[in-house]
C-alpha cells in the first residue's frame, strides 16, 4: 500500500469520525443538566427575559434543529462566545493550546526518554534488582494523585527549601513577558534573546514538567516492559540468541521490533494525559487550555465547555493520525487497517 492510498484511506475515516465527535459534544452537555439560560439572565430577570435568552441561543428549538445551527457553526470554526470572558471560545482555546502544548510535550518527552530506556533494560534482566525498583518506582507514579504531587512539590522546593518560584503562572510578575512570536514564553525569550525572561520562564516550567514527566514515566515503564519482554520471547529473538549474535545486535533487533508498539502506546499516553494536564495547570495557575476548561466547567460556562471538549476530542483525533504515519513509514510491512 502506498503512503498516498493510506493517507486517503485515514482522511476518509476521519470524516465521520468528525461528525461523531461533534454530535457526542453536543449532547453531552446537553445529557448533562447544564443550564446556561438561568446562569446569563441571572437570579433577577423575568420569565421574558428567560425566553428571549433561550430564543437567543437557539433553546426553544427542537434538538436536531439545535444540533444542525451548531454543526453548521463548527463547520465555519464559531464556537460561541465565553459569558466569563466575553470572547469568542475559538480565540481563547487557541490562545491556550500553545501553552498547553508546551507543558505536554516537555513532560511527556521527559517521561518517555526516562520510561522507553528503563522499561527494556529492566526486560532485560526481568525479576532482577534494577527491574524491581523500576516495578516499585512506576507502581509510586501510579498511585500517587496528580495534584497532590504538585501541591507536595511546591510545599518542599518551594515554601521549605525555596529552589523554586511559587506556582503563579508562567513567569514571575517582576519580569516583562517576552515579545509574542509562539506563544511560548521560552521559546519566544529565546529567539528575542530576553534572558531575564528566559529564565524566570525555566524556572517556572521546572516544577509543573516534573510533575507530568513523574506521572507519564510510569505507565511508559510499565508497558515498555511488557512489549519488550513479549518481543524477547518471541523466534525471531530466540534464534538470534541461538545463533550467538552478540548482545547489542539482539538488544537493537529487540527494539526495532518494539518500536511501533510503544510509539502507539506514548501517543495513546499524550491524549490521556490531556485530562490529567489540566490539575496541574490548575495547581501550578499555568493558564493553559486544561486551567480555562476545568474553570469553565466549575462555573458552567455553557459555550465554553463544549469548545473545550470538542478541541480534546479534535486534539485525540489529530495525534493518532499522526502516530499512524509515523508508524506506516518506519514499519510499511503493518497491514494498518
Known amino acids: 500500500m502506498s503512503f498516498g492510498t493510506f493517507f486517503l484511506r485515514r482522511m476518509l475515516m476521519v470524516i465521520p469520525l468528525l461528525v461523531g465527535i461533534v454530535f457526542v459534544t453536543f449532547m453531552l452537555i446537553r445529557v ?11 437570579p433577577t430577570a423575568t420569565a421574558e427575559e428567560f425566553e428571549m435568552i433561550r430564543a437567543e441561543l437557539g433553546l426553544d428549538q427542537p434538538v436536531w434543529v439545535q444540533f444542525a445551527i451548531y454543526a453548521g457553526k463548527v463547520a465555519q470554526g464559531d464556537l460561541g462566545e465565553s459569558w466569563l470572558s466575553n470572547r469568542p471560545v475559538l480565540d481563547d482555546i487557541l490562545e491556550r493550546t500553545v501553552i498547553s502544548l508546551e507543558l505536554l510535550l516537555w513532560g511527556v518527552g521527559i517521561g518517555a526518554l526516562i520510561g522507553i530506556p528503563v522499561g527494556v533494560r529492566a526486560a532485560f534482566r526481568p525479576d ?6 523500576s516495578r516499585i518506582l ?9 495534584y497532590w504531587l504538585g501541591l507536595v512539590m511546591l510545599f518542599v522546593f518551594f515554601y521549605l527549601l525555596g529552589w523554586a518560584p511559587p506556582g503563579i503562572g508562567r513567569i514571575s510578575l517582576m519580569v516583562s513577558p517576552p515579545d509574542f512570536i509562539t506563544g511560548s514564553y521560552l521559546i519566544d525569550a529565546l529567539l528575542t534573546a530576553n534572558w531575564p525572561a528566559f529564565g524566570s520562564a525555566f524556572s517556572h516550567m521546572v516544577l509543573p514538567v516534573i510533575c507530568l514527566a513523574i506521572v507519564s514515566a510510569a505507565p511508559i515503564i510499565k508497558h515498555t516492559r511488557a512489549i519488550a519482554l513479549e518481543v524477547l520471547s518471541s523466534d525471531a529473538v ?11 545486535i539482539v538488544r537493537k533487533l529487540v527494539l526495532r521490533n518494539s518500536a511501533t508498539p510503544v510509539l502507539t502506546f506514548v501517543g495513546t499516553e499524550v491524549t490521556g494525559l490531556v485530562g490529567t494536564m489540566s490539575l496541574i495547570e490548575y495547581v501550578f495557575a499555568w493558564g493553559g487550555l486544561g486551567q480555562y476548561g476545568l474553570n469553565a466547567i466549575v462555573r458552567g460556562d455553557f459555550t465554553a465547555v463544549q469548545g473545550y471538549v470538542l478541541s480534546l476530542a479534535l486534539f485525540s483525533v489529530i495525534v493518532f493520525l499522526i502516530i499512524d504515519f509515523v508508524v506506516f513509514l518506519i514499519e510499511p510491512r503493518a497491514e494498518l487497517q
Open 32 to 42: 448533562g443538566g447544564l443550564d446556561p439560560v438561568g446562569r446569563l439572565a441571572g
Open 128 to 133: 532482577g534488582r534494577f527491574d524491581q525498583i
Open 238 to 248: 530466540r534464534y538470534a540468541r541461538a545463533s550467538g549474535l552478540p548482545a547489542r
Open 138 to 146: 512506576s507502581l509510586f507514579g501510579f498511585s500517587i494523585p496528580t
